[in-house]
């Protein structure tokens, strides 16, 4: 459509905003320098106007633009009443131009105005500015043409300070990844834009600040309308108005863009799984002081010393990857054990402020509320493209699904997931080729950070992101064609950037002070093939009698989809199996399945196995030390995208036959649903009340029983079946030497990894009579070890707490230490370091 007029006026051709905050110094050369480009050539250039928005300025700058719109009448000034901002001062020009191109420029003329010329060639020739009357334009490729100095043929005639060129390098990167992949420099302040679309954008932006041009091209982007970037000449002039603080102020509109752009509805959903997880936490969320998860175990404990410790190693500047707060005197290499730093650093200050049970309550429950975000984001991206409903559904059975609320009573590091969704679609970008070093960068950085959130996880995820990729390159032999180039080199990429970032923790744990090679397991790690049919001990049609049988314990029940669903899953893949996506899901998770049944697969009701593929993978490096029941849990998110895929089906009667279409088909559709997910809803899980810390650690008493690198010894000694000395500590933040302890160390000529300290024989000797209540034969030969094993443990103090065969415990310890325990504030101790006989260290 022709240029739209002026009231009154010729059509426009070319509109020129320039946003103008107290540049009276520089704004009269400026307006003459482009009046004068303009007028060399007014074949080109046609009718053209000049806009300056005044942004509120406190110096002469709205009388001179005033001045010189009375001597040139197609200079006109827009002006606000206060300085709200560029993109204030953006909006409201643009808005009232009325050009078939509209160019934004500053006011200092960073980049000349001969540089326009190049940018309406590529303007008009990628396509041409004929508007169609939707506002769009008719037939145009191009939809704005930025300056760009970052591109090779950019010139910078003066640079800025290179602090600052260092600081735009890094918001322009931040850009990039989070708003505009693939333009190099979006702040630039030079844009060529198509008129009707600018005016178009202008009007839905909301943004006041210097973030506007991300908005404007992010909102290009969403509509279709191509951005090229040309390189320009620029030069850095003096008297600029971005300030150093600017930089957190745009990327604080950054954060703003980013969640403008979540609708409602999505909001509603990730509320709606935030008050699912609290549902399922509300009893701990009660009683965080004394609630303890009752089928946590000993690992509610742990996680509580973790983030406690994590937290005391930041605030104090130590190696967050080492601690000798448990196993004194050898200390624990945290690196190899599960301590989420990238979880349990970030909410140091938590930690501090409302304590550790706090930390482990917010980890536990926003972690799976934000796992199911983000498995929903995935699958309403590519698998149900749009269609919120049934991703919800997929997203539910992913998170919530009975291996995972299994571990959610002991283990966030298998509970909290959200960076494996970002993984897997950050690899099907991959797969498309559009980007790959950008998106191979990406993988790098989400792969690191998941690193430091749970390495097992992302091995499992990798095992089943190789098992789908294999099993669709089977199926679709020429996506697997086009896709496999730009993923191996995306993912070369991803690892160039992660090797680095991890080389140093990962040294650590694997060579560094208590590391390990290897773990030592229960012969039995692997899932009953019976497990997949049953209904796991907080399912609501589930029992713990029929349950505990089938799994290792509480928090590994690592099956249990009930056979409601596994049947629906099997009809859904048989009905469309000539899908690719659906057939690709099933073999995978059939793949998953039969992987988890271990090495020797038992046949039901018979005492006889049958060897399984597992076999010879058992033994390759990484798989040795995973426990191969948890591969059954690459199911979850595998069955909710094929519930997810058959739900739009039968939404959308799409199927070949036309059978989804009548109304009776979706109610059976829905019945079946329903039948296959309500018995595996979970239910709350059951909290406990633990015992109270005694008060000879909660006063301090404790201080005068320890000289300088003395240990103090609980009876039993901490250990993965009885770890409440671990509470101790977090609890209080009283970081005694503790001797034992419960983690993950090495044991014997091969350094193999066990739960637990090295085991002496003391600690053995105190936890058969724990366990057992008899007091055994007490000699010098016990008494001798007893001494060896205290000096070993560089033992200060002993210490017996109240708690179960007490008595057993008490007689024996007097039998072996030759002496009587005393009571001092609530516990009998033993006082046995090389100070025993200094006064001070006893009441």
Known sequence: MPPAPRAGGDPVDLSVVVPAYNESSRLLPTLRAIRDHLDIDPGRWGTWELIVVDDGSTDDTADIAREAAADDPRIHLVSAPYNRGKGHALRLGVLASYGRRVLVTDADLATPIEELDQLDQLLVTDGGTDSGTDGTAAGTAVGAVIGSRALPDSRIDVHQWRGREWLGRAGNLLIRLVAVPGLRDTQCGFKLFDGERARTAFAASRLDGWAIDVEILRYFRRSGWPVLEAPVRWSHRTGSKVRPLDYGRVLGELVRLRTSAVSRADLAVVALFCLASFFLYQDLWFDLDRGYLADAGQDQNQWEWFFAVTADNVTNFRNPLFTTAQNAPDGVNLMANTVMLGLSVPLTPVTLLLGPAVTWALVLTFGLAATAAAWYWLIVRRVTPGRRGPAVIGAAVAAFAPPMISHGNAHPNFLVLFVLPLIVDRALRLCAGRDVVRDGV???????????????????????????????????????????????????????????????????????????????????????????????????????????????????????????????????????????????????????????????????????????????????????????????????????????????????????????RTPAVRVLGAAALAAALLPILPTPYPVRERDPVPDFVTEGTYRRYLGPGESLVTVPLPNPGNADALHWQSSTGSWFPLAGGYFMGPWGPDDLGIYGAVPRHTSQLLDRVRDTGRVPDIGPLQQEQARADLAAWDAGVVVLPPGYNEEALQTTLEALLERPGVWVDGVLVWDVGDGAEDPSRSR
């Open 442 to 660: 990406v993988l790098g950085l989400l792969a690191t950070y998941q690193i430091f959130i749970g390495e097992e996880p992302l091995l499992l995820a990798a095992m089943g992101m190789l098992l789908f990729a294999l099993c669709y390159a089977l199926l679709d032999r020429d996506a697997a064609r086009r896709s496999w180039r730009p993923l191996l080199r995306g993912t070369g990429v991803g690892l160039a950037v992660c090797l680095p970032l991890v080389a140093g923790p990962l040294a650590w744990q694997f060579f560094g002070p208590q590391s390990y090679s290897g773990v030592l397991h229960s012969p039995e790690t692997f899932n009953s093939p019976r497990a997949f049919l049953e209904f796991a001990g907080r399912s609501l049609a589930g029992t713990d009698e029929r349950a505990d049988p089938l799994a290792m314990n509480r928090t590994e029940q690592n099956a249990f989809y009930g056979w409601p669903l596994l049947a629906l899953a099997g009809a859904i893949a048989v009905r469309l199996w000539h899908r690719t996506l659906v057939a690709a899901l099933a073999l995978t998770a059939g793949a998953a399945a039969l992987l988890s049944l271990g090495a020797e697969i038992p046949i039901p009701f018979t005492d006889h196995t049958v060897p399984g593929p597992w076999t010879p993978l058992g033994k390759a490096p990484l798989l040795e030390a995973v426990i191969e029941s948890r591969i059954a849990m690459i199911c979850a998110p595998v069955l909710g995208m094929l519930l997810a895929t058959a739900t739009v089906t039968v939404m959308d009667g799409t199927a070949r036959t036309g059978r989804f």
